[in-house]
């Protein structure tokens, strides 16, 4: 038996990373632990559903390390990579380093934007005097006693991050603390299109950037992002190191991410931003014609209304036309010209380019009217309206590129729904499990559910309020609101309001506050890492919100007895990407709502639900204020992607064991 095919290497190698990061062994650990080293061994493909407290990153770290191959680990949050390098990691190498006989390396890579920009630093953001922007050198000097304003606070920032380039070894804007806003950071970041290059920048030697892709290549195991992964997978320019292995954690996450680094956006003030950058080094002839076309774009989408275009409008077409024409000729005056007399002239140009090469890539994309993408309009309140186009489906392209000449590895607390992995493997562009053989270019793969260490049925209840009104598209719900008053009454506050809009939130926020005499925290009020450590501080504490809140939150403990969804999170049928995705799936001859909206939901009811059980001593209730998880024939696949929680649809029985399980926690106040 293999060094890691589940033989008693394996198994001593687990016990010994287990016991250094403080944590005790789970038989779903072990089986996954297993799995993971027999996929990587044979060169297969695995999705596995581990639950919260199964400690997962062990039970795919441990295997990985012992094949001796490079992995790259690609995570959706931030809060999942620092625990990674900072925590599991480094535990992890130095208790297996006895046993393997090897201290394997390890790296965090992320986007160029993340890291600080030495050039942009010292010799500042190349100047757009016709964009009415800041001089960052003058708010550096505004930045004095008596100073105020704006300017003043952003000067401040940048004195900061000039005294942090000076001391920081990594250059990783997540180890600035505390943080900066965007605006500041923006002066001193550029994006890979806007960068000079290693040989071309007189900071080259000494770049954050690059200093961070060199240890990535030296390294064993690379922990990145999603979007850095869809990047390296999609876009056809490599900026991973080669790997053996790869292990993509908060896999739920994957599909989403990879949409984004896909699609394309095309707005007046970034097409304007294109023109003025492009006047600076173009001849008057192509600046002109740029300008005329930005022209035309602008005065079309002043009328722009919200919504999916099935087809292109042929004014719009006609605009798009001389906007891609345009941005061609300027790109290829650019490769024709060079300008001294333009200071610090290479940075100037390669901000150029780079908005040029998006205004002439999207407006292409968008004039050619692919059946694969999905077009619309959106218009935001502050920066108006906006042109997107996105693909239609990315399991295609994942088909394709992820599972390619490595084994692949997904994972999260929730892939499987509705009882099995099939939806979920579908959207990722994998046949059916146990079916692939039917197709000789499918990836293999199975799929594990490794359970959880939680007793979820006697540690918490799902409550569905089917005596409530049905939710509408608008308007308050009266019922709805007593209900919730009624259930965080009995349960002493203690609640984490999950809402499917953030009007519901307000709504519901301003009412219980008028209510009941228990503080009641609002996503956006403060920023969401202070909203939620002062949830967990405080046991009377509600916090109520919206996404973010569904999968951001961790409170294990009595301060977190009660999760409450107000509805069942479908995507709004308005919703142009998500309302293409179900049509396409029902001419098809598939069940469009079943496999796009109800699994959109179930997906985000799985991931809320689990915000309530977060420990082996936790205990609470989940309540759903929507009838339809009981009453409608979709219910049963809902409530099947959730844990396995006790359920009733009981409004005494349930107020009375919450208020048993806030009894049992003791009253603070």
């Known amino acids: 038996m293999s060094e890691a095919s589940g033989g008693p290497a394996l198994t001593e190698l687990l016990h010994a990373a287990v016991t250094a990061v403080g944590g005790t062994e789970r038989p779903g650990q072990v089986a996954m632990a297993e799995a993971v080293a027999d996929a990587v061994g044979e060169g297969t493909h695995l999705l596995v559903q581990a639950g919260t407290g199964t400690g997962k990153s062990l039970g795919y770290l441990v295997p990985a390390l012992a094949q001796g191959e490079r992995v790259v680990v690609a995570t959706a949050t931030l809060a999942l990579q620092r625990q990674l390098v900072e925590r599991d990691l480094p535990r992890t190498v130095e208790a297996l380093h006895p046993v393997l006989r090897r201290r394997p390396e390890y790296a ?94 007189p900071y080259g030697a000494e770049c954050f950037a690059e200093a961070a892709r060199e240890r990535a290549k030296l390294a064993d195991v690379i922990v990145t992002n999603h979007a850095l992964l869809a990047i390296d997978a999609i876009e056809g320019a490599p900026v991973l190191p080669g790997h053996e292995v790869l292990i993509v954690d908060e896999a739920h996450e994957l599909v989403s991410r990879v949409t984004g680094v896909a699609s394309g956006e095309l707005t007046p003030g970034g097409v304007a931003r294109a023109v003025r950058r492009a006047a600076k080094l173009v001849d008057e002839k192509a600046a002109d014609q740029l300008l005329t076309a930005s022209e035309g774009f602008e005065r079309l989408m002043e009328l722009a209304l919200p919504g999916r275009l099935e087809e292109i409008p042929e004014d719009l077409g006609f605009a798009l036309a001389a906007l891609r024409d345009a941005a061609r000729n300027c790109l290829t005056a650019l490769g024709n010209t060079r300008d001294r007399s333009v200071q610090d002239e290479d940075a100037v140009r390669k901000q150029a380019v780079a908005s040029l090469e998006n205004v002439h890539a999207v407006a292409e994309r968008v004039a050619q009217g692919s059946e694969y993408d999905v077009v619309w309009y959106e218009r935001h309140e502050r920066y108006g309206a906006s042109l997107r186009v996105a693909p239609l489906s990315v399991s295609g392209l994942l088909r394709e590129k992820l599972f390619e000449d490595r084994s692949v590895v997904l994972t999260s607390a929730t892939l499987k729904l509705g009882g099995d992995f099939d939806g979920v493997g579908a959207s990722l562009g994998l046949a059916p499990e146990g079916r692939h053989e039917q197709d000789a270019e499918a990836p293999a793969w199975r799929g594990l559910d490794v359970g959880s260490p939680f007793d979820y049925r006697k540690q918490g209840i799902l409550y569905v309020a089917q005596h409530l009104s049905p939710p509408g598209r608008e308007g308050s719900r009266g019922d709805m609101l007593d209900e919730l008053a009624e259930l965080v009454e009995a349960a002493g506050g203690r609640t984490l309001g999950l809402f499917s809009s953030m009007r519901g939130a307000q709504a519901a ?53 009660l999760v409450v969804m107000d509805r069942i999170p479908f995507p709004r049928p308005d919703d142009p990407l998500m309302s293409a ?54 219910g049963g696949f809902l409530r099947a992607s959730m844990p396995d929680f006790w359920y009733t649809t009981d409004p005494g029985q349930v107020r009375r064991s919450l208020s048993a399980i806030d009894a049992a926690a003791g009253d603070p106040g």
């Open 108 to 201: 965090m890579l992320k986007g160029r934007s993340n890291y600080l920009c030495l050039h942009r630093l010292h010799e500042g953001v190349p100047a757009e005097e016709e964009d009415g922007l800041f001089d960052p050198f003058e708010a550096v000097a505004q930045a004095s006693p008596g100073a105020s304003g704006a300017s003043s606070k952003l000067g401040k920032d940048l004195l900061r991050l000039r005294d942090w380039a000076d001391e920081t070894e990594s250059g990783d804007r997540d180890d600035l603390r505390p943080g900066v806003s965007d605006r500041a950071w923006g002066q001193v970041s550029v994006s890979s299109r806007e960068c000079l290059g290693a040989a071309k920048c």
């Open 509 to 561: 926020a301003e009412e219980l506050r008028g209510r009941l005499d228990v503080p009641i925290l609002l996503q956006g009020e403060e920023t969401l890492g202070e909203l939620i450590r002062r949830f967990a501080e405080d046991a009377r504490t509600c916090l109520f919100g919206t996404l973010s809140l569904w999968q951001g939150v961790d409170v294990p403990g009595p301060n977190c007895q």
């Open 581 to 634: 995705r179900q049509r396409a799936v029902e001419q098809s001859g598939g069940n469009g709502f079943m496999a796009v909206a109800a699994t959109h939901a179930a997906l985000l009811m799985a991931q809320g639900a689990g915000r309530l059980v977060r420990a082996t001593g936790d205990r609470g209730v989940v309540a759903v204020l929507d009838p339809r998880l009981a009453k409608a024939r979709y």
